[in-house]
């Protein structure tokens, strides 16, 4: 990572509240396995180094905001393509059990390399379906927390994290702007599967100032056991939503 590249982390870091100081060598030998793996598989869109540390390393560390996952075990992250937030967050709070999921199998044997070459113990990479996961006992009912990073619209979102949540679990969804149509399909998807919208928190992303909302949900009783529905259909047929995700 070059000099300026430092800069922008450890400011990124500082606009959060976090001292990224100490975890520089970890997001240096990050950018370095991305930068490799990107050039030699369609692993993530963005290929240089700001545009990585600031919309790839800072974003993801924006769901540490508001003190969500602090105090917790278990955390899904789904979805998660290259590994994001899964793998900052990994490396700033190495007490969270963290399991990333993603159906593209190339995506999960990137994370599992590049955590096992970090010495990230706490990782687990799945390759899965998040509808498969729901509704297998191993996993469903089984998180403190499921984080979700520009997967898809809330209304699927909540149907495909709620039934991974134990009670009382939270959905910390990182998000773009969202429209009102979307939030309202968001809060009503929630209540059917057991859950609701606690926070709608609209934010920027320090130093580019992007728009960004973090999103809690929390799981207040169990979700009804039809739901996730099979593969693909939440997102074909949305709960509440008929928009574009
Ligand atoms: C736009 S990428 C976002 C990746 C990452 N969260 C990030 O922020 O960089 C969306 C990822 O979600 C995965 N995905 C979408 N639907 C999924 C599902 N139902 N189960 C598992 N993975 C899914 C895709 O394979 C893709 O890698």
Redesign the pocket.
Known sequence: MTPEGQDLLLRGGDALGIDLTPHLPAFAELLRLLLEGSARTNL?ALKEEPDIILK?FVDSLTCLQGGYLHGVQRVID?????G??ALPLAIVQPELQLVP????RK?IEFVRATAAALGLTNVNPLV????ELGQDPEHRQHYDRVV?????ALPILAE?ALPLLKENGLLVAQKGPISSEELNAGRRASGEVGGKVQVVDPFTLPILGDARTLIVIEKLKPTPAKYPRK?GVPNHQPLFWNGNT
Do not use: I, Q, Y
């Open positions: 993530t790839h789904l979805g998660t393509g290259a994001f937030p999921v993603d159906s593209t995506k899965g379906r998040a509808e979700v990073r520009a997967v898809a495909l593969p």
